[in-house]
């Protein structure tokens, strides 16, 4: 990805603080460079005054008496995972400027359809994997443990479900773009314009990866596609004609219909009892346990990337799991940013809103819909890590910052 974003930057140099986009790249800018200053060598006073609680977390741990005994130290209280992260997060950052200046020459329907595609090869893919043993899948992304089978390329359920929210979104938009180009307001939809070999490709990538997040029976999934269904249909409703609005709500109806003809409904089923009386139990009590090291790295956190190897300090639940992410997103960002991190990412945030929500008025074209179609997506992968953690998958981000170039670019 790192080499990847070179060869972009080279391709399409990113364009910054253009007019409408200022704030967000000023945002992205600020949360870059204040993980950077968490690598910066300190003094032992100046580090203190900036982290107080640093040394003695560095002294109960078990390489503990070489970091104590340094006179110079960064705030990160695990430099390498911090500087790793800043790698992957500055290349996500130059993708996503560079797909930005690519998408104002065009190209937007192409990566739809590029996303869509791949979305129906990962979706059948790991479904295949997840339930067969497959010699050259098992060599591939090979099987930990036999009751624990991966996804394709992704370790679990949550991860594979999450990335496949991302594609599906831009997926949706796309086909009622094409729809909307296909139609004017008056006509009814016609069948057979609609779903031409592109339209029946589009289609059918969108139903396998709607199965695929059922089939996961994934939670978090699940919670995800309500929130980006939902969100789809209120910023489409008041661009579509009122002739085709309930055609739309009945499409999304049937797209989760199809999704649970493949489920295992009495397992879903299952899963979802258990969700209400064990596993926000479960959540809650990460949360407790992670909260304490918020507020003793308040002001600038233990360095992004740290949490799993300061939380076996936190951790009081038993040992036999260890805790390695807090599964919530924007509290394990304050237990690793703090205030340094977490108000440039906040403003990041806040540009963004703004910048799409003016994109979104401005687009008069059918491309509004590929707009709104990659905001579900986001919207999807956000609800999804208020109780996961998979945009920390390097794949995930990566989809998940083309989708917001899509929502953000300037068309010229």
Known sequence: MLGGAVVMALLSPPALLRRGARLLDIGIVLTLAAIAVQLVPLAPDLRQAASPFAAF???????????????????SIVPDATAIALAIDAALAAIFWSTQRALRRGGVRWLARTVATIGLVTAAVGIVHHLNLVPGLDGLWPVMRRELRPWGPFVNRNDFAGWLLLASGLTLGYIVARLEAHHHDDEALDVDRAFDATGTRLALALCVMSAAVMVSLSRSGLLGAAVGLAMFFAMGRGRLAPVRRKPLAVA????????????????????????????????????????????????????????????????????????????????????????????????????????AARRMRADRSRLFWIRAGALSGLAAIAAQNFVEMTLRVPATGLLAVVLAAVAVHDRG
């Open 57 to 75: 977390i560095e002294r109960q741990s078990v390489m503990g008496a070489a970091a104590a005994a340094a006179q110079v130290r960064p705030i």
């Open 252 to 355: 999304l109806v049937a797209i989760v219909a199809i999704g649970v003809v493949f489920a295992n409904v009495g397992a879903l089923s299952m899963r979802l009892q258990i969700a209400m009386s064990e596993g926000m139990v479960g959540r809650l009590s990460e949360w407790r346990q992670t909260w304490p090291m918020v507020v003793d790295f308040w002001r600038a956190g233990v360095g992004v990337g740290a949490y799993a190897r300061v939380m076996t300090l936190y951790q009081t639940s038993t040992r036999l799991i260890t805790i390695a992410h807090a599964d919530n997103e924007p509290l394990q960002l304050a237990a690793e940013g703090g205030v340094l991190v977490g108000v440039p990412a906040l403003l990041m945030l806040v540009g963004f809103v703004a910048t």
